[in-house]
């Protein structure tokens, strides 16, 4: 009697825990993930901007954005959002092209560990268009408005809502699953305690063991609550095909399971992390890749940065001259206007840092002579200034760290010697003096993460880490103040100084590198307005400004 007590309150015990350690498993997203499929014609840009809690007004720093290239097939954009806060709306920008054709849009997915929902019919319940564009039967045509483009996609209420039960955690397993687990163990204990006659020996374990490993996966197939599969490849997954015929459906059906079995996120997760984590090995070497010293580089094969560092996309004598042409024209038409122009580019990482790139990157590397030294040198022969500030950031590098490790951007302190750079290079154009960087109090803060560590798919990488400095100008009355005025496009930054040496307006054409110049840049002019996008005559006409400069990171300075 005393055993058969001893062997039910053991086996309620036994129930009791394993019902608890189940119970309380949660699949927890680690981010939102906007899919875009698309035919898109000619190169474009497509951004997503986000209103997280408490944020009332659409800004750059709230956004992500996916180039494209144009192609007939159908191409799908992915885009990722943090899922720290609410996101109460969000809105996509379908392109930045004027001369864009009509897009095909044949789906938005939104997804998360959780679950997914994807919206392929009727768009328009979902999100609302604004007047640059019109939408039917998913063939989404822009089009310029009292010579203004912005076409967008602004979700409703209905959108928000599924995000947010998309970043909720999820309970991995089903009651069912959880029950049956936990009467199996209980019951399991009491027969062992109760049954004098089984001889409990280490060749059982190996079976029983082996066994488990077997049956897992259908188990999770079967009970677990995750139905909405999400991949954490980021592409799509098989679906189960229909039996239309004896030949095709079984290799049809092995390629549903193998994307589909119980279990398989749980495996690549952990494949991916301990590649990261213990190896140091990218899981996605097409897009980012480890190098030495603690440097990530972006390495996507079919991003320009490509053939930017490895100088296997030359530019051709006509391409040159054609470039060439085309800015010697706006220099020439602003000129005539009493305009200065500037135009130069900002340097990848992969050119400052070349030693830190790993072995494979290094390997694709051939000859000497980049993009940027051609344009660099066919300008020169031209007489005209192609400013270039590599020579300042390389002789800077041995005092400091420029670049942020886990990112493609530079740190504060790149920013700080692009500036005094761009400075000495344009000095005889622009006559700009830069600050003493004795002029300002600098601060570090440690960061775990950029965008080379989420297109990892990972937050953060054991013993990785930036260590990012601040600049705050000590002589407060010669800051600047950052003003909104409507009529630009998306991404734009405003800044007016009264105390500025300079009581002229400059108008620059930039990228995401050029944000942190804004805060050296501003300093020196009455007002500055920073477009994000590539020159535009019809703003420069709105504007009237004294000074236009054109700049981009190195990788992207032949779409200027």
């Known amino acids: 009697m005393g055993k058969q007590l001893l062997a039910v309150i053991g086996g309620l015990l036994i129930f009791w825990f394993m019902f608890s350690i189940l119970s309380n498993k949660k699949l927890k997203p680690t981010g939102i993930t906007i899919d875009l499929e698309t035919i898109t014609l000619e190169n474009d840009i497509f951004y997503i901007y986000y209103l997280q809690e408490g944020v009332k007004k659409w800004s750059d720093e709230n956004s992500v954005h996916q180039r494209i290239q144009g192609s007939e097939a159908f191409q799908n954009l992915q885009f990722e959002l943090p899922i720290d806060k609410t996101i109460n709306r969000i809105r996509v920008d379908i392109g930045a092209n004027k001369n864009q054709k009509p897009i095909v849009l044949k789906s938005i997915t939104i997804s998360s560990e959780t679950g997914s929902i994807a919206i392929s019919n009727d768009l328009l319940n979902s999100f609302d268009l604004n007047a640059y564009a019109t939408l039917k039967d998913n063939l989404f045509s822009p089009k310029i408005v009292n010579g203004r483009y912005d076409p967008f996609l602004i979700s409703k209420p209905v959108i928000s809502e599924a995000i947010e039960n998309l970043r909720k955690p999820k309970q991995q397993f089903n009651s069912t699953l959880i029950y049956f687990i936990s009467i199996l163990f209980s019951l399991s204990f009491y027969v062992f305690l109760i049954n004098k006659k089984i001889e409990f020996q ?10 488990l490993i077997i049956v897992s996966p259908f188990l999770f197939q079967i009970f677990s609550n995750q139905n909405e ?3 954490l490849e980021k592409r799509e997954l098989s679906k189960m095909p229909e039996f239309t015929s004896v030949e095709k459906f079984p290799q049809e059906f092995e390629n549903y399971f193998n994307d589909n079995f119980g279990l398989r996120n749980e495996m690549i997760d952990l494949f991916g992390r301990i590649k990261v984590n213990v190896f140091k090995s990218s899981p996605k070497p097409e897009r980012v890749q480890f190098g030495t010293n603690k440097f990530l580089f972006y390495n996507n094969i079919d991003d320009e940065v490509f053939g930017s560092y490895t100088n296997t996309a030359p530019i051709s004598p006509e391409n040159l001259n054609r470039m060439f042409t085309k800015f010697a024209s706006r220099r020439d038409l602003l000129n005539k206007e009493d305009i200065t122009y500037v135009v130069g580019f900002w340097p990848n990482k992969h050119t400052i ?3 830190f790139l790993p072995a494979s990157m290094q390997l694709q590397i051939i000859g000497k002579i980049s993009q940027a030294d051609q344009i660099i040198d066919y300008f020169r022969n031209k007489d005209f200034d192609f400013f270039d500030v590599r020579k300042p950031l390389v002789a800077a590098k041995d005092n400091k760290n420029l670049y942020r490790t886990l990112d493609t951007h530079w740190n504060a302190n790149g920013a700080y010697e692009a500036y005094r750079g761009f400075c000495q290079v344009t000095h005889a154009t622009l006559g700009l003096t830069p600050f003493n960087i004795s002029d300002f109090q600098i601060k570090y803060n440690d960061s775990y993460e950029g965008d080379l560590t989420n297109q990892l798919g990972v937050k953060s990488i054991y013993g990785y880490k ?23 496009p998306k991404g734009t930054i405003i800044t007016q100084n009264d105390h500025s040496p300079k009581k002229q307006k400059a108008l620059i054409f930039r990228d995401s590198f050029t944000t942190a110049l804004v805060q050296f840049i501003s300093l020196h002019y009455k007002e500055v307005i920073y477009i994000n996008g590539i020159y535009d005559q019809s703003i420069i006409d709105k504007v009237k400004p004294d000074v236009v400069i054109s700049c981009r990171v190195e990788r992207y300075m032949l779409s200027m």
């Open 353 to 355: 840092y070349p030693e």
């Open 229 to 231: 599969k999400v991949s």
């Open 466 to 488: 930036d260590n990012l400095p601040t600049y705050d100008l000590i002589d407060k009355t010669k800051l600047y103040k950052t003003v909104v005025r409507e009529g630009f």
């Open 202 to 211: 280490l060749n059982h374990v190996y079976i029983f063991l082996f066994v």
